[in-house]
């Protein structure tokens, strides 16, 4: 029972140009989204999240948005660099309940 | 600042053998959690601890599998005996975990095991 999906397993851009991964979850109970970044051979790193209560969360190049009725989320990331190139995993949590993760998207970024 | 600490690094092994992953977590950190990462589903969460009690064993795929965290800077997942399928990158990772799970988790850098 995936209640997080990731349903694009990859993503290639250009560099400068904009990267969106896209998230979908089903549990209506889930207040508090998480993005994770990960190279090979390393763990995941968190990179950025986003409360519920809000819509938008902005980081730099990174930015989530949240949409509660579509039950849907996104990470954009503009300018996109080289170095962004890793997995994506998106996640989600519930009050009094454990993370859930996606299946990750990867991300390549061409010079 | 050590992070999460995972050894080993690599494991391969026979089918039927015991095999140990270990894991330190961040210091002071009170929940401690183990995932699974495959091609097919991505991060599954086997198991979690907080202040080293397990919670949520929901995920751990059968009886070949266990988990313990003796003290608050320990944590073991056990599988015996092996099987080819279990081959996987196995993470640890540790938060400081209130009253609800809006923390992000630390990971450790993960163990990949293969099972021939």
């Known amino acids: 029972d995936q209640q997080v999906k990731q349903n694009s397993p990859s993503l290639s851009v250009q560099e400068g140009r904009i990267s969106i991964l896209n998230c979908d979850y089903t549990?209506?109970?889930?207040?508090?989204f998480l993005w994770y970044k990960k190279y090979p051979a390393e763990g995941p790193t968190f990179l950025i999240s986003i409360s519920s209560i809000k819509d938008k969360n902005e980081d730099g190049r990174f930015t989530v948005f949240l949409n509660k009725s579509a039950k849907h989320l996104s990470l954009h990331i503009v300018p996109s660099q080289p170095g962004d190139s890793a997995v994506y995993f998106c996640?989600?949590?519930?009050?009094?309940?454990?993370?859930?993760f996606g299946a990750g998207t990867r991300l390549t970024v061409k010079p | 600042d050590a992070g999460v600490i995972q050894s080993p690094r690599h494991e391969v092994t026979e089918m039927g053998q015991e095999v140990t992953l270990r894991c330190k977590p961040i210091?002071?950190?009170?929940?401690l959690f183990w995932y699974r990462q495959t091609m097919m589903r991505g991060l599954e969460l086997l198991i979690y601890f907080n202040n080293n009690v397990p919670i949520d064993d929901s995920g751990m795929p059968e009886d070949r599998f266990s988990a313990k965290m003796p003290n608050a800077s320990f944590s073991t997942l056990k599988i015996q005996p092996s099987e080819p399928r279990d081959s996987a990158v196995y993470f640890c990772a540790s938060s400081l975990v209130g009253q609800a799970f809006n923390q992000p988790q630390h990971f450790g850098d993960g163990t990949r095991l293969s099972i021939l």
């Open positions: 996640a989600a949590s519930a009050m009094d309940n454990d993370m859930r």
């Open positions: 210091s002071g950190h009170n929940s």
């Open positions: 549990n209506s109970m889930f207040d508090y």
